[in-house]
């Protein structure tokens, strides 16, 4: 599974992203329609919850925690992956100005792929005038829903130079132990290795509009895919952090990708429309997919703590 809107969604590029933001707390959530004429829908939800935490004896460093649920479905048989996995991260700040952040982190998950059996047709229930479901299907499965377990890695950076240039980069090493998906008892199937790099870029150009630019590439088996993405943020309030965004990805040879965003304070949220430009577009009548996604972070207010003074004496 993948998204267009692949920053509403860090924690399935790469579990260093866990806690790898300002405040304490940050939730969301990313749906994705894709293909609504095939004419099976196929649709992607995911959602996360995190916290960033600092313990007593930590003198600058962090450390991240989290939770994400993956939910897919596809096709005829409502072919479906679900995936629940808990995060850690360490993150170290390589300068006291909180200039430069490295983190390094890892996940474990489990995971469940199945399908809908009942759903399944044979050509052995074709008699010859018309498909007869109680006839057998002569095909044989030892079960039709699977269980594993999935290990991933993750480090990340971000460097801001003179409170202007913002980069951050993210590597995700995902699946690390290949497990098998199987219907039938062996071991023939497997999980390729992914592999994933993660860019981004943002710069004003002037007091009102930032440039954001990102990338995303996959490798996973002998397959890549890469997604440039460029938006411009219009600043509405600066001091309150209110901004429209607009902007254009390209998924290489694929599709062509609109996205438009908001956001305000601590709340990040977008949406996007996909152009198929593939050869699939004789299915798909050049119909993509549709995505939203929402993110929060909360921060907690600084109790109160009073002034101690010296009451003086008077003789």
Not at 215 to 225: M, P, T, V
Not at 289 to 297: D, G, Q, S
Request: a positive charge; glycine letters at 8%.
């Amino acid at each position: 599974m993948h998204f267009s809107q692949f920053d509403g969604s860090l924690l399935n590029l790469s579990p260093a992203f866990t806690g790898f933001f300002n405040g304490d707390y940050r939730a969301g959530a990313i749906y994705r329609s894709q293909w609504q004429s095939v004419p099976v829908p196929y649709s992607t939800f995911s959602m996360a919850g995190e916290a960033r935490l600092k313990p007593k004896s930590f003198v600058k460093d962090m450390i991240g925690v989290g939770l994400t649920f993956n939910s897919d479905r596809a096709g005829d048989l409502r072919y479906g992956t679900t995936q629940l996995y808990a995060s850690g991260n360490y993150i170290f700040l390589g300068k006291a100005d909180s200039s430069l952040l490295i983190s390094a982190g890892m996940n474990i998950g489990w995971c469940q792929v199945g399908f809908d059996y009942d759903r399944a047709t044979f050509d052995n229930q074709f008699d010859g005038l018309q498909y007869n479901k109680t006839t057998s299907p002569n095909e044989k499965f030892d079960w039709t829903k699977y269980n594993y377990a999935d290990l991933n890695f993750g480090f990340g950076a971000q460097y801001i130079l003179n409170k202007k240039h913002k980069f951050m980069y993210g590597l995700g090493l995902h699946h690390i132990t290949s497990p098998a998906i199987t219907y039938q008892g062996n071991t023939l199937s497997r999980l390729d290795f992914k592999l994933t790099n993660y860019l981004s870029y943002a710069t004003p150009i002037n007091t009102k509009i930032d440039i954001v630019a990102e990338a995303l590439i996959n490798k996973q088996g002998k397959y890549y895919e890469i997604i440039p993405h460029t938006s411009l943020k219009y600043y509405l309030n600066k001091d309150l952090n209110q901004a429209v965004l607009g902007g254009l990805c390209l998924r290489a040879r694929d599709a062509v990708i609109f996205r438009m965003g908001y956001h305000f304070k601590t709340m990040q949220s977008g949406i996007s429309y996909d152009i198929t430009t593939s050869k699939f577009t004789a299915a798909t009548n050049r119909r993509g997919a549709f995505e939203i996604f929402i993110n929060y972070i909360f921060k907690n207010k600084p109790g109160y703590i009073s002034k101690k003074r010296i009451c003086p004496v008077f003789m």
